[in-house]
Protein backbone atom coordinates (compact mmCIF):
# COMPACT_ATOMS: atom_id res chain seq x y z
CA UNK A 1 0.00 0.00 0.00
CA UNK A 2 1.62 3.79 -1.21
CA UNK A 3 2.30 5.70 1.59
CA UNK A 4 1.50 9.52 2.39
CA UNK A 5 2.58 11.46 -0.86
CA UNK A 6 3.17 14.77 -0.75
CA UNK A 7 4.47 17.45 -3.63
CA UNK A 8 6.27 19.26 -4.20
CA UNK A 9 9.23 17.71 -2.78
CA UNK A 10 11.20 21.00 -1.97
CA UNK A 11 9.61 24.76 -2.83
CA UNK A 12 11.20 28.36 -2.75
CA UNK A 13 9.00 31.51 -2.80
CA UNK A 14 9.54 35.54 -2.45
CA UNK A 15 8.39 37.21 1.10
CA UNK A 16 4.65 38.14 0.21
CA UNK A 17 3.76 35.65 -2.29
CA UNK A 18 1.25 32.53 -1.62
CA UNK A 19 1.44 28.70 -2.40
CA UNK A 20 -0.36 25.86 -2.29
CA UNK A 21 0.85 22.67 -1.16
CA UNK A 22 -0.75 18.84 -1.71
CA UNK A 23 -0.75 15.77 0.69
CA UNK A 24 -2.93 12.36 -0.96
CA UNK A 25 -3.23 10.59 2.09
CA UNK A 26 -3.28 6.37 2.43
CA UNK A 27 -5.88 4.54 0.71
CA UNK A 28 -9.00 4.42 2.66
CA UNK A 29 -7.28 6.57 5.08
CA UNK A 30 -10.36 9.77 5.76
CA UNK A 31 -8.65 11.84 8.26
CA UNK A 32 -5.40 14.13 7.16
CA UNK A 33 -3.51 16.47 9.22
CA UNK A 34 -0.78 19.21 8.36
CA UNK A 35 2.09 19.94 11.04
CA UNK A 36 5.03 22.33 10.45
CA UNK A 37 8.01 21.54 11.77
CA UNK A 38 11.15 23.99 12.21
CA UNK A 39 14.36 24.04 14.16
CA UNK A 40 13.36 26.22 16.83
CA UNK A 41 9.63 25.36 17.50
CA UNK A 42 9.43 21.47 16.92
CA UNK A 43 6.14 19.55 15.54
CA UNK A 44 3.35 22.29 15.13
CA UNK A 45 -0.03 21.32 14.56
CA UNK A 46 -1.64 22.84 11.86
CA UNK A 47 -5.15 21.51 11.10
CA UNK A 48 -6.91 18.06 10.85
CA UNK A 49 -9.45 17.41 7.82
CA UNK A 50 -12.38 14.61 8.33
CA UNK A 51 -14.81 13.76 5.19
CA UNK A 52 -13.89 17.34 3.82
CA UNK A 53 -14.13 19.45 7.61
CA UNK A 54 -12.03 20.47 9.51
CA UNK A 55 -12.29 19.19 12.48
CA UNK A 56 -9.58 20.43 14.45
CA UNK A 57 -7.35 23.83 14.07
CA UNK A 58 -4.06 25.16 15.48
CA UNK A 59 -2.74 27.84 16.87
CA UNK A 60 -1.43 29.59 13.53
CA UNK A 61 -2.83 32.85 11.29
CA UNK A 62 -5.26 32.92 9.31
CA UNK A 63 -2.66 32.84 6.31
CA UNK A 64 -2.68 29.54 6.96
CA UNK A 65 -5.48 27.42 5.59
CA UNK A 66 -6.42 24.53 4.00
CA UNK A 67 -9.38 22.12 2.41
CA UNK A 68 -9.78 18.11 2.16
CA UNK A 69 -11.60 16.98 -1.55
CA UNK A 70 -14.04 14.02 -1.49
CA UNK A 71 -11.54 12.08 -2.13
CA UNK A 72 -9.35 12.67 1.08
CA UNK A 73 -6.76 14.75 -0.34
CA UNK A 74 -6.05 17.61 0.96
CA UNK A 75 -4.42 20.92 -0.04
CA UNK A 76 -3.27 23.72 2.54
CA UNK A 77 -1.90 27.35 1.27
CA UNK A 78 -0.04 29.56 3.09
CA UNK A 79 -0.93 33.33 2.29
CA UNK A 80 1.10 36.58 1.75
CA UNK A 81 4.64 34.73 2.83
CA UNK A 82 7.11 35.95 5.64
CA UNK A 83 10.54 34.72 6.31
CA UNK A 84 9.52 32.71 9.34
CA UNK A 85 7.33 30.15 7.05
CA UNK A 86 10.10 28.71 6.07
CA UNK A 87 9.88 25.03 7.38
CA UNK A 88 9.43 21.37 6.62
CA UNK A 89 5.26 20.66 6.09
CA UNK A 90 4.22 17.71 7.10
CA UNK A 91 1.10 15.77 6.03
CA UNK A 92 -0.12 12.93 7.99
CA UNK A 93 -3.42 10.45 7.82
CA UNK A 94 -4.92 8.18 9.26
CA UNK A 95 -7.53 5.77 9.23
CA UNK A 96 -9.92 7.35 12.06
CA UNK A 97 -11.90 4.55 12.81
CA UNK A 98 -12.01 5.50 16.22
CA UNK A 99 -10.36 8.52 17.54
CA UNK A 100 -6.91 7.81 18.66
CA UNK A 101 -5.48 6.15 16.08
CA UNK A 102 -1.73 6.49 14.98
CA UNK A 103 -0.76 9.16 12.15
CA UNK A 104 1.27 8.07 9.06
CA UNK A 105 3.45 11.00 7.69
CA UNK A 106 4.59 11.81 4.21
CA UNK A 107 8.27 12.83 3.96
CA UNK A 108 7.36 16.64 3.86
CA UNK A 109 7.29 19.82 1.95
CA UNK A 110 10.16 21.71 2.25
CA UNK A 111 9.15 25.62 2.21
CA UNK A 112 11.86 27.97 1.80
CA UNK A 113 11.27 31.65 1.89
CA UNK A 114 13.62 34.37 0.86
CA UNK B 1 20.00 16.23 5.33
CA UNK B 2 17.73 18.56 6.75
CA UNK B 3 18.12 19.35 10.29
CA UNK B 4 14.86 18.46 12.29
CA UNK B 5 16.36 20.17 15.42
CA UNK B 6 19.58 21.91 16.31
CA UNK B 7 19.99 21.45 19.93
CA UNK B 8 18.44 18.22 20.63
CA UNK B 9 19.99 15.91 23.70
CA UNK B 10 21.45 13.53 22.17
CA UNK B 11 21.85 9.56 23.00
CA UNK B 12 24.83 7.90 22.45
CA UNK B 13 24.86 4.04 22.65
CA UNK B 14 26.99 1.30 21.19
CA UNK B 15 25.96 -0.86 19.13
CA UNK B 16 23.99 -4.07 20.36
CA UNK B 17 23.28 -2.26 23.76
CA UNK B 18 19.91 -0.91 24.73
CA UNK B 19 18.63 1.96 24.51
CA UNK B 20 16.41 4.10 26.79
CA UNK B 21 14.85 7.39 25.45
CA UNK B 22 12.63 9.31 28.03
CA UNK B 23 9.94 11.82 27.51
CA UNK B 24 7.92 13.88 29.49
CA UNK B 25 4.51 15.09 29.06
CA UNK B 26 2.70 17.63 30.48
CA UNK B 27 -1.41 16.95 30.23
CA UNK B 28 -2.36 14.58 32.33
CA UNK B 29 -6.00 14.62 30.45
CA UNK B 30 -4.02 12.94 27.43
CA UNK B 31 -4.96 9.46 26.42
CA UNK B 32 -2.99 8.64 23.77
CA UNK B 33 0.87 8.35 23.11
CA UNK B 34 2.81 7.45 19.77
CA UNK B 35 7.01 6.63 19.64
CA UNK B 36 7.92 8.46 16.04
CA UNK B 37 10.86 7.75 14.69
CA UNK B 38 12.38 10.68 12.28
CA UNK B 39 15.54 10.06 9.87
CA UNK B 40 17.35 12.80 7.73
CA UNK B 41 14.96 14.32 5.01
CA UNK B 42 12.12 11.81 6.13
CA UNK B 43 8.80 12.38 7.96
CA UNK B 44 8.01 11.08 11.01
CA UNK B 45 7.87 7.46 11.57
CA UNK B 46 5.13 5.16 13.46
CA UNK B 47 6.96 2.55 15.80
CA UNK B 48 4.74 2.15 18.42
CA UNK B 49 1.20 3.56 20.30
CA UNK B 50 -0.34 2.85 23.66
CA UNK B 51 -3.34 4.13 25.56
CA UNK B 52 -3.40 5.30 28.91
CA UNK B 53 -5.34 2.29 30.06
CA UNK B 54 -1.96 0.12 29.78
CA UNK B 55 1.59 0.65 31.64
CA UNK B 56 3.33 -1.44 28.98
CA UNK B 57 3.35 -2.19 25.48
CA UNK B 58 5.67 -4.48 23.56
CA UNK B 59 6.66 -4.75 19.63
CA UNK B 60 9.44 -5.77 17.72
CA UNK B 61 12.73 -4.80 19.21
CA UNK B 62 10.67 -1.74 21.36
CA UNK B 63 9.01 -1.41 24.13
CA UNK B 64 6.95 1.48 25.21
CA UNK B 65 6.49 2.47 29.43
CA UNK B 66 4.03 5.01 30.70
CA UNK B 67 3.76 6.38 33.88
CA UNK B 68 0.93 8.35 34.56
CA UNK B 69 1.49 8.51 38.48
CA UNK B 70 4.48 10.94 37.10
CA UNK B 71 3.30 11.68 33.73
CA UNK B 72 6.81 10.23 32.03
CA UNK B 73 6.79 7.92 28.63
CA UNK B 74 10.03 5.82 27.86
CA UNK B 75 10.51 3.96 24.98
CA UNK B 76 13.35 1.37 24.96
CA UNK B 77 14.66 -0.06 22.07
CA UNK B 78 16.24 -3.85 22.66
CA UNK B 79 20.14 -4.71 20.77
CA UNK B 80 20.18 -1.36 19.14
CA UNK B 81 21.40 -1.34 15.23
CA UNK B 82 22.98 1.62 13.18
CA UNK B 83 19.52 1.82 11.22
CA UNK B 84 18.10 2.97 14.52
CA UNK B 85 20.39 6.32 14.72
CA UNK B 86 17.66 9.08 14.35
CA UNK B 87 15.75 11.33 15.70
CA UNK B 88 13.11 9.99 18.60
CA UNK B 89 9.86 12.29 19.42
CA UNK B 90 6.91 10.92 21.48
CA UNK B 91 3.54 12.84 20.84
CA UNK B 92 0.31 12.90 23.01
CA UNK B 93 -3.00 13.24 21.94
CA UNK B 94 -4.60 15.77 24.23
CA UNK B 95 -8.50 15.31 22.89
CA UNK B 96 -10.45 13.52 20.77
CA UNK B 97 -9.31 14.32 17.46
CA UNK B 98 -5.93 13.50 15.91
CA UNK B 99 -4.30 16.39 17.42
CA UNK B 100 -0.67 15.52 18.31
CA UNK B 101 1.21 17.30 20.62
CA UNK B 102 5.30 16.34 20.30
CA UNK B 103 8.13 16.44 22.83
CA UNK B 104 10.88 18.67 21.28
CA UNK B 105 12.51 15.06 20.23
CA UNK B 106 16.23 13.01 20.87
CA UNK B 107 18.73 12.53 18.99
CA UNK B 108 19.96 8.28 19.25
CA UNK B 109 23.56 7.91 17.50
CA UNK B 110 24.63 4.32 17.40
CA UNK B 111 28.03 3.68 17.79
CA UNK B 112 29.22 0.33 15.58
Known amino acids: KAGVTQTPRYLIKTRGQQVTLSCSPISGHRSVSWYQQTPGQGLQFLFEYFSETQRNKGNFPGRFSGRQFSNSRSEMNVSTLELGDSALYLCASSTDRTYNSPLHFGNGTRLTVT | GESVGLHLPTLSVQEGDNSIINCAYS??????FIWYKQESGKGPQFIID?????DKRQGQRVTVLLNKTVKHLSLQIAATQPGDSAVYFCAENRNAGNMLTFGGGTRLMVKP
Open chain 2, 50 to 54: IRSNM
Open chain 2, 27 to 32: NSASDY
